[in-house]
């Protein structure tokens, strides 16, 4: 591979093609904050608007601003966002609801605990941007929101019956451990910080990592952390493990744990062989543990960020160890996406495709679908691919 040539292509469609796509017609000048519903062509087909993605745009462009380049319309990006977020997001007490109307009034309960977690990372790379101490302290009150719901983040919403079947879940506990890293420049009680991560490691590598499968599964007995026999004990999204492995092994770089990294990049692998459709090419959606039909009807269909995420694993994975499989496994990858999501006439990539890896919605973003997953996956591509080109090691 040419690493150099690899590289300046990701550049390329990131600040070429993606990050102007978003510019230009996600940004509400009229009520504030962003619209996330837009055509393959950038126009707009639904005004509400979803917590996660606004949290996560403000992120993207505040990131941007603080580890590329200080441009001053990406930090006014990222600013026009969070002062939509920061008056209407939440409830009072940092809880942020799941949607807004596009003038900011709440329409859906602040049930989801993620909503909460991309508002903390949002103001929390804000506040670095600006050294904004109202950001900051936004970001700080969240974060303990988050601590406080963690045993049971969907608190009063939560439809389960007490008694019966307590499931915990593994993406809690995933995005704690890349949401560390963001926000520990501003947090005042490091150990907490510290604790919260050996925690989540513990927690990901011990309780969902099932070493007789090779993969994490998505929920397990929240009492003892044993596989249940039910459709949602029996999940896999092997995308979700795949993002997992990379953050955690940015965890590693920052401990010095060289052993957890070489663990993280082994079960990246047992992963997405697994997760790999062997008649059509791409990653499934989702899994059944036991081979039984999955519960979710899209469980084929092959997903943006999925695909994204397990690239800059495979990529990282090769990077940080030299392990030729990863690199295999990015050749593929990145011949896969760009090949079947990339738009070649209009700009930003598209979400979702059927298992023959035929555009199923030509969509260029929607109420899970933002400006996140196909920048920050350009990006990280990009800044490994660069590195590896200026130190190659291997």
């Known amino acids: 591979m040419n690493f150099k040539k690899t590289s300046e292509r990701y550049r390329q469609e990131l600040l070429g093609r993606v990050l102007p796509f978003w510019m230009d017609h996600s940004v509400d000048r009229e009520c504030g904050g962003y619209f996330s519903c837009l055509n393959r062509d950038g126009s707009i ?9 606004q949290g996560r745009e403000i992120w993207m462009f505040a990131m941007l601003y603080n580890q590329l380049e200080k441009r001053r319309d ?5 600013v026009h966002g969070a002062e939509f977020l920061k008056k209407y997001g939440h409830d009072g007490s940092y809880d942020f609801y799941f949607s ?3 003038q900011g009034r709440p329409l859906v309960q602040p049930y989801n605990i993620f909503s909460n977690t991309f508002a903390c990372m949002a103001f929390a790379q804000l ?15 969240t974060f303990r929101r988050i601590l406080d719901r963690r045993n049971a983040p969907k608190g009063i919403w939560e439809k389960t019956v007490p008694g019966t079947r307590a499931l915990k879940g593994f993406a809690l506990p995933m995005i704690i451990c890349n949401m560390a890293l963001e926000i520990e420049d501003i947090i005042d009680d490091t150990t907490i910080l510290d604790v919260t991560i050996r925690d989540c490691l513990d927690e990901i590598l011990n309780t969902f990592y099932k070493p007789e499968l090779g993969c994490m599964l998505e929920n397990v007995d929240a009492a003892d952390g044993s596989a249940v026999d039910c459709f949602e004990g029996r999940e896999i999204n092997p995308g979700h493990d795949l993002e997992a492995l990379w953050f955690m092994m940015n965890l590693g770089v920052r401990l010095g744990d060289g052993a957890l990294i070489e663990k993280c990049v082994n079960i990246s692998l047992s992963v997405i062989e697994r997760g790999w459709d062997k008649q ?20 084929d269909q092959k997903l943006w960020w999925v695909h994204l995420e397990s690239a800059v694993a495979m990529i990282k994975g090769y990077q940080l160890t030299g392990n030729k499989q990863c690199l295999e496994w990015f050749g593929k990858l990145d011949e896969y996406m760009w090949s079947h ?22 969509l260029k ?12 996956g350009l990006y990280q591509c990009w800044q490994t691919l660069e590195k590896i080109e200026q130190n190659p090691g291997y």
């Open 341 to 362: 999501f990339r738009d070649d006439e209009y700009p930003e990539w598209y979400g979702y495709l059927n298992r023959r890896g035929e555009v199923l919605l030509p």
């Open 127 to 141: 506040a670095k941007a600006t050294g904004n101490a109202e950001y900051a302290e936004i970001a700080r009150r």
């Open 365 to 376: 973003g929607g109420k899970w679908k933002g400006c996140f997953h196909v920048p920050r």
């Open 100 to 102: 807004l109307d596009r």
């Open 280 to 299: 059509y090419g791409g990653i499934f959606y989702f899994l059944d543990r036991c081979g039984y039909p999955p519960q979710k009807l899209e469980w």
């Open 74 to 78: 990406w930090l006014d990006t990222a």
């Open 45 to 53: 087909y639904d005004t509400d608007k979803f917590v996660w993605l």
